[in-house]
């Protein structure tokens, strides 16, 4: 009987369950691509009969997926040519995973923008009908994040792709949202259709959905367009999506220069009036948007264009103040063309590094200062390092593991000036110490230092065995205190040995 009762599964999966289809080297499936080119518009139900999981609400949701096409643009493959190839296979496989699910799911936001730029993009982003906790089932290896947007995390080996649920308006009144007195949005986990999702988004180029099934873009908002014009315009009221979200000015300015993308006039008009909002920002937000911009691989032309705009003030306390020093403007510009150089040759560059130089002089000057009210060097730089990254923090939070480095830079540089005895051998095994030449390097280029210190620790490095014990200063420094007087000290704070790490 049992065996009759398998038998008889066997004969009825043959006959009624599709048959396994192959991915083909783009991700998607054989039989899908044939069967979409010869009805594009009629994918979701092409994906019912491909065997998804939840049919009655594809067949249902059918017409109104329709209406939502009619109020966007459908853009075929044969205008934007975008080339699926260059989507990631975690992409690929998040988009393949939920539409085979049941769901709609689209490339979205700067992946779309980039392609459409001929950019390779960074990351790939996916915004779907599903919920967070529908995305979750259909990916074992997923996670739930983010309290102001819930998201998943789709883990593909060393590949992150982002997937979120279409947002509605944050206006209606069910669902999870909080907006500020000010107009900021503060919570928003109100669930929403495509075009609700669109009209959401910060800039038309930004709101483009891509299906790489159909290889259709979805254009709600003319984004398509305007990329072609090169300009970056804003969905919607300016003034009101600044008032929602004022991180959007400086998203407007990075995605300009980073892009060459013209910011419209009614975009670009409001900025100058709107700029103080960004006082209300987080600071760990204006954190992450900060790092995004000084590692976009255009940090000058972004700085540049914040302070063109008067959006500086505020955001790095202080390095308006350092910018307006010919010589501190020398270095921070110094510091960022390096970074540049760096990103865009396919480097990485180290955000420590970056906020080290960018509040170097910042801290020269505070360091000056408590020298000068009395107190000895070293205790004096620890004071100026603990006082610059305090004051930083109220505005712009530096995480911990940022600030832990550069106050290791700072701390190692006088160290560079001590060329005798076994001091600079010492220094060379530090395990900053490769960071801390580099930023020795900046202070001689900047004319902070004479050039001749930095030649002297890359001979040095570079030199071997005996040639190095032949590059030593005579050593003037006055001899070791002896124990007694040195444990007497101990109990004070910081001893003159205890710049940067031990060696
Ligand atoms: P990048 O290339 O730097 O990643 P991006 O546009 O992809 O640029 P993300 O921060 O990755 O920036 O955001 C992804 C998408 O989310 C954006 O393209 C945009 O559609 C939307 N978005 C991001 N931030 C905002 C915001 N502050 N307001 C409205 N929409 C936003
Ligand atoms: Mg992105």
């Keep these: ?86 989507l990631s296979s975690g992409a690929h496989r998040t988009i393949e995973g939920l539409q085979k699910a049941g769901f709609e799911a689209y490339i979205v936001g700067g992946a779309v923008r980039d392609l459409l730029l001929n950019r390779i993009p ?25 309290r102001r947007f819930r998201l998943v995390h789709v883990l593909f080996g060393d590949e992150t792709i982002e997937v979120s649920t279409f947002r509605g308006s944050h206006l209606e009144t069910d669902g999870d949202s909080k907006v500020a007195d000010s107009g900021r949005i503060i919570r928003d986990n109100v669930f929403g259709s495509i075009v609700d999702d669109a009209v959401r988004r910060d800039f038309t180029a930004n709101a483009l959905y891509y299906d790489p099934s159909s290889q259709e873009v979805l254009d709600f908002h003319n984004g398509y ?59 760990s937000r204006l954190f992450d948007e900060m790092l995004k911009l000084f590692l976009s691989g255009h940090a000058i032309e972004s700085v540049s264009a914040l302070r063109e705009q008067h959006l500086h003030h505020g955001l790095l306390p202080m390095l308006d103040v350092v910018l307006e020093q010919p010589m501190g403007e020398r270095f921070v510009m110094l510091a960022l063309q390096n970074t540049d150089d760096r990103i865009l040759s396919g480097k990485t560059a180290n955000p420590s590094f970056l906020f080290a130089a960018l509040l170097w002089h910042e801290m020269l000057a505070a360091w000056e200062t408590y020298q000068a009210e009395g107190h000895h060097a070293i205790p004096a730089l620890h004071m100026a390092m603990t006082e610059v990254i305090a004051t930083q923090a109220e505005k712009l939070a530096i995480h911990n593991r940022y600030t832990a480095t550069m106050k290791e830079i700072w701390g190692l540089q006088p160290r560079f000036e001590q060329r005798a005895g076994k001091r600079p051998f010492g220094l060379l095994t530090h395990p900053r110490y490769r960071a801390a030449y580099d930023f020795l390097l ?50 004070a704070g910081s001893t003159s040995t205890s710049v940067g790490d031990s060696d």
Excluded at 72 to 83: E, N, Q, R, Y
Excluded at 128 to 136: C, L, S
Excluded at 452 to 479: H, S, V
């Design 442 to 491: 900046l202070r001689c280029e900047s004319g902070e230092l004479p050039m001749e210190i930095g030649e002297w620790w890359t001979a040095f490095a570079n030199a071997e065995g005996d040639e190095r014990a032949a590059m030593l200063q005579a050593d003037t420094a006055p001899k070791k205190r002896r124990k007694r007087s040195r444990k007497k000290l101990s109990g």
């Design 225 to 283: 367009a305007d990329i072609e014009a090169g300009v970056l315009r804003m969905i919607g009221q300016p003034e009101t999506r600044y008032a929602e979200d004022p991180v959007r000015m400086l998203r407007a300015v990075r995605l300009s220069a980073k892009l060459g993308l013209k910011i419209e006039s009614g975009t670009q008009a409001p900025i100058a009036k709107m700029a103080d909002l960004l006082q209300d920002v987080p600071p």
């Design 1 to 86: 009987m049992l065996y009759n009762l398998a038998m008889i599964k066997k004969l009825f999966d043959r006959i009624f369950k599709p048959k396994h289809t192959k991915s083909d080297a783009t991700g998607s499936t054989k039989s899908e691509s044939s069967k979409l080119e010869q009805s594009p518009s009629g994918r979701t139900i092409l994906d019912t009969k491909l065997g998804t999981k939840k049919p009655a609400r594809k067949y249902a949701e059918a017409s109104k997926h329709e209406s939502r096409k009619s109020s966007a643009l459908t853009i075929p493959h044969k205008t934007h040519k975008i080339d699926r190839t260059l």
């Design 122 to 146: 960074k990351d790939f982003d996916v915004a779907t009908d599903a919920t967070p906790e529908e995305v979750n089932r259909v990916f074992r290896r997923s996670r739930i994040i983010g």
